[in-house]
C-alpha cells in the first residue's frame, strides 16, 4: 500500500469520505438525538445547542469506517458510535468551562450561553449516557476499552490543565498531553471497529495503532492552524491556545530558535496570557521556522497512520481512512 501522502482537496475528498459513511451517520445521529433527549429541560436546550452546531462527528465516523474496513455487517456499530460522540462532546462541555473559551464552530460556545455549572453538569450527564449505552451491548471488552479510555482522558485533561502558564513545557511533555487529551479516543474508535469485525489480533492493533496516530497528526494540525488560519475558516478566535497560556508546538519550537527578546516575550505571553503580543509572537513564529516544523510533525503522524492501514484488506473503507490521513494535516478548518 502506497504510505506517501497525497495531495487533496480536503473538503472534496472529506465530503466523498462522508458519502462513503452517510448511510450509517444518519443512524447514528438519528440515535444521539434520540438518547441525548431528557425531562429536564435545561439538558435539552443545551443538547440542541450541540446538535446545531453541527461538527464533522469524526469519531464516530471513524469508528464506522473501521468497522467497514473490518468487514462488519451488524448494528453494534451505530450505538457504539453514539457512545463515541457523547463521550467527545462531554469533553469539549467541560474543556470550554476549563478554556474559558466563547467560541467554538463560529458559534458561542454553550458555557457562554448558560454559564459553567450548566455545563460542566450536562458534560457529565453525556458521559453518563454514554456509559448507559455501553452496558447495552453487553460486551466486557467493549467496556473495558472505553472506561480505560474515558480515564486516561480525564488524566489528559489534568496534565493541559498543569501545563498552562508553563513556558518549559517540552514536546515530549505536549505530546503526552494530546496522546490522553484526543488520540486515545481515536485508537478506541478504530480498534473497537476491527474487533466488531473479528479481525486477528494484530489487525486489531493496526487499526488501533493508525487511529492514535491520526490522533496525534488532527491535533498538531489543529493547535497550528490557531496560528495560520482565520476566525472565519477556524471557528474560534485566533489565538486562543496563547490567550489562555498553552504552550502548544508552534510556541515550543519557536522557543528554541527566536532571540532572546522574542522569548522572553513568548514567555510572558504564556505564563500571563492575554493576546497583547500576538502580532509580533505571530511574527517570531513565522520566521523562526516553526510553522513548518510543526507542520513536518504532523505529517510524520500522518504518514505513519497511513502505513498502519497495510495489513487490512484492500476495500473502499480502507481507501477512505488513508484519506482522513492525509486530509487531518491539509484541512484548514
Known amino acids: 500500500m502506497n504510505t506517501v501522502l497525497q495531495t487533496?482537496?480536503?473538503a472534496r475528498d472529506f465530503a466523498g469520505v462522508r458519502a462513503l459513511a452517510e448511510g450509517d451517520m444518519q443512524r447514528i445521529d438519528a440515535l444521539v438525538r434520540q438518547r441525548l433527549a431528557s425531562d429536564v429541560v435545561l439538558i435539552n436546550q443545551i443538547a440542541d445547542h450541540i446538535i446545531a452546531g453541527g461538527g464533522k462527528r469524526l469519531r464516530p465516523m471513524l469508528?464506522?469506517?473501521a468497522a467497514g474496513a473490518a468487514g462488519y455487517t451488524g448494528d453494534k456499530h451505530i450505538k457504539l458510535a453514539a457512545v463515541i460522540?457523547?463521550?467527545?462532546?462531554?469533553?469539549?462541555?467541560?474543556d470550554d468551562v476549563v478554556?474559558?473559551?466563547?467560541?467554538?464552530?463560529?458559534?458561542?460556545?454553550?458555557n457562554a450561553l448558560w454559564g459553567n455549572a450548566a455545563s460542566v453538569l450536562v458534560g457529565d450527564f453525556l458521559y453518563s449516557r454514554s456509559f448507559q449505552l455501553m452496558v447495552e451491548l453487553d460486551d466486557m471488552r467493549i467496556m473495558r476499552i472505553l472506561a480505560d479510555t474515558t480515564n486516561t482522558i480525564a488524566e489528559g485533561e489534568v496534565l493541559q490543565l498543569l501545563n498552562i502558564g508553563n513556558a518549559d513545557v517540552d514536546e515530549a511533555a505536549y505530546l503526552a498531553v494530546?496522546?490522553?487529551?484526543?488520540?486515545?479516543?481515536?485508537?478506541a474508535a478504530t480498534q473497537?471497529?476491527?474487533l466488531l469485525g473479528g479481525l486477528a489480533e494484530a489487525q486489531v492493533a493496526a487499526l488501533r495503532r493508525y487511529g492514535m496516530q491520526l490522533g496525534y497528526a488532527f491535533q498538531i494540525a489543529d493547535d497550528l492552524l490557531d496560528y495560520v488560519s482565520d476566525v472565519s475558516t477556524l471557528g474560534k478566535n485566533i489565538g486562543d491556545d496563547l490567550a489562555e497560556g498553552k504552550p502548544t508546538l508552534p510556541l515550543i519550537y519557536a522557543l528554541q530558535r527566536v532571540s532572546q527578546e522574542q522569548a522572553r516575550e513568548?514567555?510572558?505571553?504564556?505564563?500571563?496570557?492575554?493576546?497583547?503580543?500576538l502580532d509580533p509572537i505571530l511574527q517570531a513564529i513565522r520566521e523562526s521556522g516553526a510553522i513548518e516544523r510543526t507542520r513536518e510533525c504532523a505529517l510524520r503522524h500522518a504518514r505513519a497512520a497511513r502505513e498502519a492501514l497495510a495489513s487490512l484488506p484492500a476495500s473502499s473503507y480502507r481507501?477512505?481512512?488513508?484519506?482522513?490521513?492525509d486530509y487531518s494535516v491539509q484541512r484548514t478548518f
Open 99 to 110: 478554556d474559558e473559551s466563547d467560541l467554538r464552530r463560529g458559534r458561542k460556545t454553550a
Open 85 to 94: 460522540e457523547f463521550i467527545h462532546t462531554s469533553t469539549l462541555l467541560h
Open 192 to 194: 473497537l471497529g476491527g
Open 319 to 325: 481507501d477512505a481512512l488513508a484519506t482522513l490521513a
Open 178 to 187: 494530546i496522546e490522553r487529551k484526543t488520540a486515545v479516543l481515536f485508537a
Open 63 to 65: 469508528h464506522a469506517l
Open 266 to 277: 513568548m514567555r510572558h505571553a504564556i505564563e500571563h496570557g492575554g493576546l497583547d503580543s
Open 8 to 10: 487533496i482537496d480536503p
